[in-house]
């Protein structure tokens, strides 16, 4: 058991800790339900949009989870590999449309969600260390990162994967 998954830890989300073979269906089904599926039916409307329009934006919610993974996380890691799997096709497919598909990979980040889980103080510690740069990351450097995928100063990311992660993924 990773010392993530021991504090109760790991990436804040959906689901219950389990390993794979203890994941449920049921839980497997809600997490790619939402991270997957939302993730997808935003697209396919926003394209959809955007194809009328002459052009646009799209800013997924990826997550550190995209570029790696944690042990008891099953669901999770594997529906924000699928969220960049995603991200990246549709950038593929629309980029001669005119329109920009990439996605953020946030870290652990303060969130009032987070600071309501019982044992916070405990799992904040935890998190905190599998972060290079000492510390949780910030709404506020979310927004600044998805502010610059979705400004004409990003013109040429396709497909990008933008780590926000404090240095974990590294």
Not at 52 to 70: D, E
Not at 121 to 133: N, S
Request: some cysteine.
């Amino acid at each position: 058991m990773s010392s993530l998954a021991a504090a109760g830890g790991g990436a804040p989300s959906i689901h219950a800790q389990a390993s794979t073979a203890d994941t449920l269906e049921a839980d497997f089904d809600r997490v790619m339900a939402v991270n997957v599926k939302g993730v997808w039916l935003c697209m396919k409307h926003a394209i959809a949009q955007m194809l009328q329009q002459g052009g646009g934006v799209i800013v997924n919610t990826g997550s550190a989870m995209s570029l790696t993974a944690l042990p008891g996380s099953c669901a999770y890691n594997a529906s924000k590999h699928a969220v960049a799997g995603l991200t990246k096709t549709a950038a593929l497919e629309y980029a001669k449309h005119h329109i920009r598909i990439n996605a953020v990979c946030p870290g652990v980040i303060v969130t009032p969600l987070l600071a309501k889980t019982p044992g916070a103080d405990k799992i904040m510690d935890v998190l905190t260390g599998v972060h290079p740069i000492g510390r949780l990351g910030t709404v506020d450097e979310v927004t600044s990162a998805v502010l610059w995928l979705a400004s004409d100063g990003a013109s040429f990311a396709i497909g990008s994967m933008l780590s926000v992660d404090g240095g974990w993924t590294v």
